[in-house]
């Protein structure tokens, strides 16, 4: 169905994606935004439901209040480690709101198809999982297409409602900025930043029954 050429660029894509937090001001093109919607939208989703919607946004103003939302947070969430960890969390960037020309917020409506769409009666988390899988298309999307993707969690969901005007049930998953870079890493920026590293996946499989 794929020749070994369409396959290796598959997993190309998948080992080279990145998170990004530092991006040029250069401006993306719509048809460029268009096609990682779209590739957004062609993600896989429980019953069907395509619980997402998107919010793009390129005001300066708009962009600034989302990066002051993300601020806050960014500084709340500090007092959670101890002192050394805490100096190191503080200098580690965690967004790029303010630089990237593009952010999208990406909404997931749990209402979405009724109240019994199919497969969700049992996880009602799968409407969130759904969400992601669509988010993840587009940051595959946009490492194809050259570009730079970070995902920005860290904001208070009330505080970006406010902001972008979203309806109460309406549940904003993520922030994500997009941009061309000229700093696109190698390695994951936490690992770099000795915060974290990537564990062994050998360690992470058991056979059979959970620990085996
Ligand atoms: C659900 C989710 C939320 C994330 N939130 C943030 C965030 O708020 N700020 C940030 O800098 N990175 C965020 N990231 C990016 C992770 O830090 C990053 O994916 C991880 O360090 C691995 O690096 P890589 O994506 O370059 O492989 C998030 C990633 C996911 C999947």
């Not at 209040?65 to 960014?74: G, N, P, V």
């Not at 309806?167 to 997009?178: E, G, K, R, T």
Request: aromatic share 10%.
């Amino acid at each position: 169905m794929f020749t070994e050429f369409e396959k290796e660029a598959l997993y190309k894509i998948i080992y080279t994606r990145r998170d990004i937090r530092t991006f040029l001001s250069d401006p993306v093109p719509d048809e460029i935004i268009m096609r990682l919607l779209d590739a957004a939208h062609h993600g896989p989703s429980v019953g069907f439901m395509q619980p997402w919607n998107f919010i793009v946004v390129t005001s300066k103003e708009v962009k600034e209040r989302l990066a002051w939302a993300a601020d806050k947070e960014r500084r709340a969430l500090a007092i959670h480690y101890e002192e050394n960890r805490q100096d190191h969390f503080l200098s580690l960037k965690i967004e790029g709101i303010k630089e990237a020309p593009v952010t999208i917020c990406i909404t997931c409506d749990p209402t979405r198809g009724g109240s019994h769409v199919l497969g969700r009666n049992s996880i009602p988390e799968t409407d969130i999982m759904s969400t992601a899988c669509a988010i993840q298309n587009m940051w595959l999307a946009a490492c194809a297409e050259g570009l730079a993707m970070g995902w920005v969690s860290f904001y208070k969901k009330n505080d970006v409602r406010d902001i972008l005007n979203i309806p109460p049930h309406i549940d904003p998953i993520a922030l994500i900025s997009i941009g061309y870079t000229d700093q696109y890493p190698s390695m994951p920026i936490l690992e770099s930043a000795n915060w974290e590293k990537r564990k062994s996946l050998k360690d992470l499989i058991y056979h059979e029954t959970w620990g085996k």
